[in-house]
């Protein structure tokens, strides 16, 4: 016997809206029994997308870890963050420390006013240093 522990993260990402992100994650973390983390919520109309993926999923609120940041309006994370006058921490970014992590993210936004990061550089920089895999 093998005292591995199956652990696995996942980055799922796409680079418009209603691409099927949040669906994608459901089935992931309903079948996976995974944890669920979305760092920046941009948008929200009648919930987030972690409310949807929990629904969609049929899990427990355990299962879904709280967003860094949520901003009003559905747009690149940098230019909603600048619209609701808020600058964008990225140690609060960091990945939580649990096993099996679900991790949505609109992976393909350049913000060159407060913060000069790639951030899809940067997501695959920090899973490839974990071991874990990106999508």
């Known amino acids: ?10 980055i799922i990402c796409g680079t418009d809206t209603d691409i099927g992100k949040t ?14 983390w979305k760092p920046i ?16 999923a049929q899990v427990s ?11 009003t309006k559905p747009l690149s994370p940098h230019w909603a ?8 921490n ?11 992590l679900i991790n949505c993210r609109n992976c393909r936004w350049i913000n060159g006013s407060n913060n000069t990061q790639f ?6 920089k920090t899973m490839e240093s974990s071991g874990n895999t990106c999508m």
């Open 119 to 124: 951030f899809a550089n940067r997501s695959n």
């Open 23 to 36: 669906l994608i994650s459901s089935f992931f973390v309903k079948g996976l029994n995974s944890f669920y």
């Open 90 to 100: 990225f140690d609060m970014l960091r990945l939580p420390k649990v096993q099996r």
């Open 1 to 10: 016997m093998s005292s591995h522990k199956n652990i696995f993260k996942f």
């Open 41 to 56: 919520q941009s948008g929200i109309e009648s919930q987030t997308d972690s409310q949807t993926v929990e629904k969609l």
């Open 61 to 71: 609120k355990e299962k879904i870890i709280k967003e860094a940041y949520v901003f």
């Open 81 to 88: 963050a600048e619209i609701d006058q808020k600058t964008i």
